[in-house]
């Protein structure tokens, strides 16, 4: 069940799979480049915690977004930067890819290079 976190919205393995259907959600993995190669939940853009701080002015601030890291550490304090930066739809998957419990995939599916090229 969803909850709250230093001002962020906490969501569990099943409340990301119901995101991951509706077409308004945005569900970004933030994970290293190597990580998201590894393995990632199938059709994930991949845009690294580390090159966010970069382009987080790109981002469509009217959008909802879920975003997804190992553990779900990491994506807590992305959430946190986006709100920082006036992106207030913004949902960490609580768990990370530790929690995922369905197929994954490798390999490079879906890297993004444009933060445009999400919509």
């Avoid at 059709?43 to 909802?64: A, Q, R, T, Y």
């Amino acid at each position: 069940m969803a909850y709250e976190k230093e001002g962020v919205t906490q969501i569990d393995v099943n409340e990301l799979k119901q995101a991951l259907k509706e077409d308004q959600t945005i569900v970004i993995d933030i994970r290293e480049h190597e990580e998201y190669v590894e393995a990632h939940i199938p059709g994930l853009p991949l845009i690294p915690m580390s090159e966010i701080v970069d382009v987080v002015d790109d981002f469509e601030k009217d959008k909802e977004y879920v975003l997804v890291c190992r553990s779900g550490r990491r994506s807590h304090e992305t959430s946190k930067f986006f709100k920082m930066n006036g992106i207030e739809q913004v949902k960490n998957y609580d768990g990370g890819m530790l929690a995922w419990d369905e197929d994954v995939q490798t390999g490079e599916e879906n890297i993004i290079k444009d933060v445009k090229d999400l919509y």
